[in-house]
């Protein structure tokens, strides 16, 4: 579904991402794991295509990044960690405008706005300008139009932060629903309880390098992920 290959991006002198290989497949939820600055960020924007990149090649669904960037975002959705939504819109004017530009038929996209908004209980407020919106219900905004045109991969940075445990375990709920249904998720957290119970596999970045991948067993082991990215993180087995 996602294949980042070779993936460096540079910043001055400074490679924020040197070399990276992941491969997301269908069906699965991939998380990303790293400190404040090792990378994450960078390489979610470029998955996205809203960064370039000096080295590599990035795919989605088999086609490439560079050269199809259209066909590519129409496969996507993308969660950053503060959303950026047009403010003078009412919630519902947002949803319906992601709507349109995905073509989604208005039957289908009433059915899910519905549900979805009544999942994350915002149902009452779709009538309400977005600026009046918390930072939470920005949150939970965003990632009703993420699902609104069921993309075949959606990408999250830090998806979990201002949700309220409700919405994080409807989040984890249909997150999981998503990838069963045969859709992939890549994305990163520091919530590294998350992350051990919901994803599939994992990847560890440092200084924008990758320190290990594979599924959770493989990566954790016996121990924890916490413990695992601690070492990592220390140098012990870097």
Known sequence: M????????????KKAVDNLNLHIKAGEIYGFIGHNGAGKTTTIKSCCGILGFEQGEISVNGHSMKKEPLTCKKEIAYIPDNPDLYEYMTAIQYLNFIADVFDVPGNIRKERIEKYAEVFEIKNDLALGISSFSHGMKQKLAIISALVHEPKLIIMDEPFVGLDPKASHQLKGIMREFCD??????????????????????????????????????????????????????GKNA
Not at 215 to 232: A, I, P, Q, Y
């Open 2 to 13: 996602l294949k980042i290959e070779g993936l460096t991006k540079i910043y001055g002198d």
């Open 181 to 234: 249904a045969g859709s992939a998720i890549f994305f990163s957290t520091h919530v590294l309880e998350v992350a051990e119970k919901l994803c599939d596999k994992v990847a560890i970045i440092k200084k924008g390098k990758l320190l290990v991948s594979g599924t959770m067993d493989e990566v954790k082991g016996n121990t924890s992920l916490e413990e695992v990215f601690l070492e990592l993180e220390e």
